[in-house]
């Protein structure tokens, strides 16, 4: 089953006057279950790829689909919506809030959705099990290491099912060793849950469990 189809993705961006083109005619197809990095040099287009493929921007051409709707054109509203119940995001900088511990912003996402209060106590516990902080739920980000902030991001996006998660360079301010153990984690989890992931990175140390790698190069994808 397709997750995600590009179609002739275009992007540009006017500066003082110049047409910047960053993606030029991308065609591409991620089926169900892949585990696939997205690599390319700074500055290739890799966060504005994956900003389009999850509606956080849209691209000047072409269409994106998730699953068999066509999500390029929506109303913000309508992305907002797709955002929330069919795509995960695991950012580089972690992203969390740091006002709240790890199980509410875990549950955020769930709460956003109207889940009852026992099945999102439920659900964020056996996560975090699964990524092995059971014991930080009450715990702020500020009290965790760099690779267990990554960790609740990944449950976070993992928490409500999603079709599809994003990562942009999760492993970039990790060290090595850190860097592998949050990867071996993606990677457990899409078998174990049959997620799809996609995940910008510009380690080659990483692509040893990847099912397929993308390389962006002057706009376009050029090798797969």
Known sequence: MDILR????????ILKGETIKVLQGIDLTLRAGEFVALMGPSGSGKTTLLHIMGGVDEPTGG??????????????????????????FIFQSYNLLPA??????????LILQGRPGKERRERVER????????HRLKHRPED????????????????TRP??????????HLDA????????LMHRLNQEEGTTFLFATHDPALLQQTTRTLRLQGGRIVES
């Open 6 to 13: 590009l179609q002739n993705v275009s992007k540009d961006y």
């Open 63 to 88: 269409k994106v689909f998730l699953g068999e709707k066509e999500i390029s054109g929506l109303s913000p509203g309508q992305l907002a919506e797709v955002r929330l119940y069919r795509l995960g």
């Open 100 to 109: 709240l511990t790890v199980f509410d912003n875990c549950a955020y996402p």
């Open 127 to 134: 996560m975090l099990a699964r990524v092995g902080l059971s």
């Open 144 to 159: 965790l290491s760099g690779g267990e902030q990554q960790r609740v991001a990944v449950a976070r996006a993992l928490i």
């Open 163 to 172: 079709l599809l998660v994003l990562a942009d360079e999760p492993t970039a």
């Open 177 to 184: 060793e850190t860097g592998r153990e949050i990867i071996d």
